[in-house]
């Protein structure tokens, strides 16, 4: 009896530990099967969309074109912008920002260009558009006149003409800097040209620009000269009676009303007239006056005319 309870014991024990490695066993490998399960199916079921706006565009050389994209399917929006597959694009094909703004390069590509964005979260998903370059329409500008002198702190109003397109809108300048300023003069968006007060040293060159073509342009030579005073000299016979002195009178008609431009009474034969303006014409004659202040007619009139 006492062997077969032995026995019994030790079969006891020896399946026992089976049965409790057999439980670690199925605890070790029921955890990665449920993780890795449930990883597969999230990616499995997102799917990302990617669509862009305008899907094409004709652009001439220079021109910009603003793309917009819209991604789905993920709160990363978030987009790569390319042109021709290279990132941002270059001077060839042109670039792109970040924000999808095209600019098309200075000369016309052989072939159509392609615009995509890409998604960054998901580079799978992208759009993409076609835009097609060509050059401008030829463009010429005139500017009249063409060749002016103004003197200092006067004005001159140039006139543009823009050819070979309906936009005709230009850009002002003087000797390369828009708009002008004090040493060299002057102008507004009108063409409408203000020399400085002083004669600069250097030559003036005021320039209209096309903003739509700005490769068509034209320029005009401004002389800035100082103001030229002009006067006229006069000078007469004595009066053959004893006289205190004389008066200028002076008119702008030979028939006009005449004004004597003289403060005081003139005890000699000549005075210089130097509130003259040039292009204009003047007519003078003078008076004797006595001591007791009595004054003569006119004498005969004289012309002078200002250049």
Same mark, same amino acid.
């Given at each position: 009896?006492?062997? %077969?309870?032995?026995?019994?014991?030790?079969?006891? /024990?020896?399946?026992?530990?089976?049965?409790?490695?057999? @439980?670690?066993?199925?605890?070790?490998?029921?955890?990665?099967?449920?993780?890795?399960?449930? #990883?597969?199916?999230?990616?499995?079921?997102?799917?990302? /969309?990617?669509? =862009?706006?305008?899907?094409?565009?004709?652009?001439?050389? #220079?021109?910009? $074109?603003?793309?917009? !994209?819209?991604?789905? @399917?993920?709160?990363?929006?978030?987009?790569?912008?390319?042109?021709?597959?290279?990132?941002? #694009?270059?001077?060839? +094909?042109? &670039?792109?920002?970040?924000?999808?703004?095209?600019?098309?390069?200075?000369?016309?590509?052989?072939?159509?260009?392609?615009?995509? %964005?890409?998604?960054?979260?998901?580079?799978?998903?992208?759009?993409?558009?076609?835009?097609?370059?060509?050059?401008?329409?030829?463009?010429?500008?005139?500017?009249?006149?063409?060749?002016?002198?103004?003197?200092? #702190?006067?004005?001159?109003?140039?006139?543009?003409?823009?050819?070979?397109?309906?936009?005709?809108?230009?850009?002002?300048?003087?000797? @390369?800097?828009?708009?002008?300023?004090?040493?060299?003069?002057?102008?507004?968006?009108?063409?409408?040209? &203000?020399?400085? *007060?002083?004669?600069?040293? !250097?030559?003036? =060159?005021? &320039?209209?620009?096309?903003?739509?073509?700005?490769?068509?342009? *034209?320029? *005009?030579?401004?002389?800035?000269?100082?103001?030229?005073?002009?006067?006229?000299?006069?000078?007469?016979?004595?009066?053959?009676?004893?006289?205190?002195?004389?008066? !200028?009178?002076?008119?702008?008609?030979?028939?006009?009303?005449?004004?004597?431009?003289?403060?005081?009474?003139?005890?000699?034969?000549?005075?210089?007239?130097?509130? +003259?303006?040039?292009?204009?014409?003047?007519?003078? %004659?003078?008076?004797? !006056?006595?001591?007791? @202040?009595? $004054?003569?007619?006119?004498?005969?009139?004289?012309?002078?005319?200002?250049?």
């Amino acid at each position: 009896m006492a062997a %077969a309870r032995f026995n019994q014991n030790s079969r006891m /024990s020896f399946f026992s530990p089976l049965c409790i490695k057999v @439980g670690i066993l199925l605890a070790i490998f029921s955890l990665p099967l449920a993780c890795s399960g449930s #990883g597969q199916h999230n990616g499995r079921n997102h799917k990302v /969309s990617v669509s =862009i706006t305008p899907t094409s565009a004709s652009l001439q050389t #220079g021109q910009p $074109e603003q793309f917009s !994209v819209t991604v789905s @399917g993920t709160s990363n929006t978030a987009v790569t912008w390319l042109v021709n597959a290279t990132v941002g #694009g270059n001077s060839t +094909v042109g &670039t792109v920002s970040s924000s999808g703004l095209y600019v098309a390069p200075a000369n016309a590509p052989p072939t159509s260009i392609t615009i995509t %964005a890409q998604s960054l979260y998901q580079s799978s998903a992208s759009a993409s558009a076609i835009v097609t370059v060509s050059p401008p329409p030829p463009v010429s500008l005139l500017i009249s006149p063409n060749a002016v002198t103004v003197q200092t #702190g006067q004005s001159q109003q140039f006139a543009a003409t823009v050819s070979g397109t309906s936009a005709n809108q230009v850009l002002w300048s003087v000797n @390369g800097v828009t708009g002008g300023n004090t040493s060299t003069g002057i102008v507004s968006s009108t063409g409408k040209y &203000t020399a400085p *007060a002083a004669v600069p040293s !250097v030559p003036i =060159i005021v &320039t209209a620009q096309s903003t739509y073509y700005p490769a068509a342009s *034209a320029s *005009a030579q401004v002389s800035v000269s100082a103001p030229t005073t002009h006067s006229v000299d006069l000078s007469w016979s004595p009066s053959t009676s004893t006289v205190a002195g004389y008066n !200028v009178y002076r008119s702008t008609q030979a028939n006009g009303s005449y004004l004597r431009i003289n403060p005081a009474v003139i005890t000699a034969t000549a005075f210089t007239d130097l509130q +003259v303006q040039s292009g204009n014409a003047y007519y003078y %004659a003078t008076t004797a !006056v006595d001591a007791n @202040g009595f $004054e003569s007619g006119y004498s005969n009139v004289t012309q002078a005319d200002i250049p």
